[in-house]
């Protein structure tokens, strides 16, 4: 079985916080706007190769924990230039893997004979 991010972590004014990956595989993210002299916090659910590359984050230490509980530092030596093969392999299986659960989800069973197989119990075209 592969392993799948369960969260990333990363460095913040000294103090590790943790974004959990959601049920989609998309991750959290808190992002700071300005409208109309009102500092308002909003949030954006991003991809985990999108959260290691986010403008802040990267230069914050991010480290991967999996599944497994293995946890992974994203950039080697603070070097947030270089991405390190294996993980950036780790976050594209996990991103491809969720995006094509989501698309799979969405997918119209209805030349099916109404609803996914799994909601059936079983499959409409087995005799």
Not at 46 to 55: M, P, R, S
Not at 68 to 81: C, D, F, I
Request: hydrophobic share 30%; aromatic share 10%; charged share 30%.
């Amino acid at each position: 079985m592969a392993n799948k991010i369960k969260s990333i972590s990363f460095l913040y004014n000294g103090e590790r916080l943790v974004i959990r990956a959601r049920s989609r595989g998309t991750f959290r993210v808190p992002v700071t706007s300005e409208e109309t002299s009102k500092l308002k916090t909003k949030y954006e659910s991003l991809t985990a190769k999108e959260v290691v590359e986010h403008k802040i984050i990267k230069d914050c230490d991010p480290v991967l924990t999996l599944d497994t509980g293995e946890k992974l530092r994203v950039y080697q030596g603070g070097a947030s230039g270089y991405l390190p093969a294996m993980v950036e392999g780790l976050l594209d299986k996990h991103d491809l893997r969720e995006s094509n659960y989501r698309s799979f989800k969405k997918l119209d069973f209805r030349f099916l004979g109404g609803s996914p197989p799994d909601e059936q119990g079983e499959f409409p075209w087995e005799d």
